[in-house]
């Protein structure tokens, strides 16, 4: 079964309040600021996050940023994932490659972030 949910204003909540409990999985603590190639602090203001219907050991993450030079606001699409490799198993680990999202899963996200007045 999937999961999905919202966070508001994610740069000001404090740390309990950006965790993630999922079944059967560590908590996963999400940041409060992303930060660019120029080391600036952009605050995350919202997010949705949804786990695909079959698995629970992934999270897809789409965010809503306010980039600091011109207070434009963009999305950006990335995940987690629970690793494998002896140094990080049983831990999420942010994905750094592309992620593969089925049709229905991501129309899911969508709806939640147009539901949430994300775009």
């Known amino acids: 079964m999937s999961k999905s949910g919202y966070f508001e204003n994610v740069y000001s909540l404090s740390k309990e309040e950006r965790t993630l409990c999922i079944p059967n999985q560590p908590q996963l603590t999400i940041n409060g600021f992303y930060t660019d190639s120029k080391r600036q602090k952009c605050p995350i203001l919202n997010l949705v996050w949804i786990t695909p219907k079959e698995r629970n050991d992934i999270v897809i993450i789409l ?57």
């Open 63 to 119: 965010e809503q940023i306010e980039l600091d030079k011109d207070n434009s606001i963009d999305l950006r699409l990335r995940y987690y994932i629970i690793g494998e490799k002896p140094r990080m198993r049983g831990k999420w680990v942010f994905g750094q490659f592309a992620t593969f999202v089925s049709p229905n899963d991501f129309k899911k996200l969508v709806k939640l972030a147009k539901k949430h007045k994300m775009f």
